[in-house]
């Protein structure tokens, strides 16, 4: 060493070193796949029968979500049954008219039985 390096060549050098969060990630990432290379050595799967179960499970989530999803047609048909404000309106009002026209209750309990 030469020469001293000063409080920017410092400072630099610092700012391009990985903190350890950084050193941490990548440990846990390099640990994560290592446990998943021993698994598949321990049930000798090779990788195309790997890729075929990851397919084959994707398919069946993709038939899962396709099953339970509303058919365009159903939903549009459901949609055209529906009433609408007008029918309420007049239905409303059609239960208001017969209602006006009951017998009301003072007049019910002056009925005679006999």
Do not use: G
């Not at 396709?66 to 239905?91: F, G, H, T, Y």
């Not at 239960?95 to 039985?113: F, H």
Request: glycine share 0%; net charge negative.
């Amino acid at each position: 060493m030469e020469q001293k390096a000063d409080v920017t060549q410092v400072n630099e050098a610092l700012s391009r070193k990985a903190n350890i969060s950084d050193v941490n990630t990548v440990c846990f990432t390099a640990i994560i796949c290592w446990l998943i290379c021993i698994q598949a050595l321990d049930f000798k799967a090779d990788l195309d029968e790997v890729r075929r179960k990851a397919e084959q499970t994707q398919l069946e989530d993709v038939k899962k979500e396709v099953a339970l999803r509303a058919r365009v047609q159903d939903v549009m048909a459901l949609v055209d049954q529906k009433a609408s404000i007008d029918e309420v309106n007049n239905a409303l009002m059609s239960v208001n008219k017969e209602l006006d026209q009951r017998t009301p209750v003072s007049s019910i309990s002056q009925i005679d039985i006999r």
